[in-house]
């Protein structure tokens, strides 16, 4: 059985305010994406500009963090929210939700996509690989703060988890999610957008493999104890959506190769 390293959540303190590391996980996410996009923004066939990647990022930044705690209402605690319509801008009391980013990240990159005339789809080619990363930092900010662990097992994969009340040896799955959802898709996503692809390839990839990885690890994550499972006394809330997110992913794929030539790869942009 292995031990928990028993970090404190709060990194440091300004005065009355607790900064928790959760928190600079994020921060730190969109940092390297930023890092990342700048490098991307140079292949001729970006549809971002160097310039334009500071507001993309923001952009994002915000699709990511309304959209998160907008699905975690609506997807894991909706009768809370009716019973008290503003928990809903009460961030600070924690909860965010993966796949709600995911549709508030959807959101911000049509909208930016309309403000400097670029495909929806291929924006989400250009911002799908810097997804994992931020990914894989917040599984890691998950298994600091201890939130979202994994189920009781016997193997020697187990640890005990100091803040869980029934002092069961657990998977620690949000480490498997870091894995998994952040540094092999990143890998994966970095190295096979390397080359132009048809629009919507490189975006319905990493819906694939997303909804592939968290479907698996979701049999090792303790289920939401307010949900339990949703279907087939098996299956979870999170696999459940993942199942939209793999069938969308691979007709945009499909759709891509079917109907793309390689001349239509590469995108038209302004002259810097």
């Not at 690890?217 to 087939?232: A, K, N, T, W, Y």
């Amino acid at each position: 059985m292995m031990t928990y390293p028993e970090i404190d959540p709060v990194a440091f303190s300004l005065g009355p305010f607790n900064v928790h590391w959760y928190g600079l996980m994020y921060l730190l996410g969109f940092l390297v994406g930023w890092r990342l996009a700048l490098r991307r923004s140079n292949r001729p066939w970006s549809p971002v500009r160097r310039i334009q990647v500071e507001d993309l990022i923001v952009y994002c930044a915000f699709g990511v963090i309304l959209g998160g705690r907008f699905g975690y209402v609506v997807f894991y605690n909706l009768e809370k929210w009716l019973s008290d319509p503003l928990w809903l801008i009460r961030i600070w009391e924690g909860g965010m939700s993966f796949h709600g980013g995911l549709l508030g990240v959807l959101v911000a990159l049509w909208l930016y996509g309309r403000k400097i005339k670029q495909p929806f789809l291929a924006l989400g080619d250009f911002i799908a690989p810097l997804v994992p990363i931020g990914i894989g930092l917040g599984r890691l900010g998950n298994f600091i703060g201890q939130e979202l662990w994994g189920r009781p097992t016997d193997s020697w994969l187990g640890m005990l988890f100091p803040g869980d009340p029934e002092q069961l040896p657990r998977h620690p799955s949000q480490l498997y999610e870091a894995v998994l959802e952040g540094v092999l898709l990143s890998i994966v996503l970095l190295i096979f957008s390397r080359k132009p692809r048809p629009q919507g390839v490189i975006g319905g990839l990493f819906l694939v493999l997303y909804a592939t990885f968290r479907f698996l690890v979701e049999f090792f994550r303790e289920p939401d104890s307010h949900i339990g499972f949703d279907l087939f006394d098996w299956m979870t809330r999170g696999q459940l959506l993942c199942l939209p997110m793999f069938v969308v992913g691979a007709g945009l794929m499909l759709w891509g190769y079917v109907r793309s030539t390689p001349e239509k790869y590469l995108i038209k942009r302004d002259v810097e």
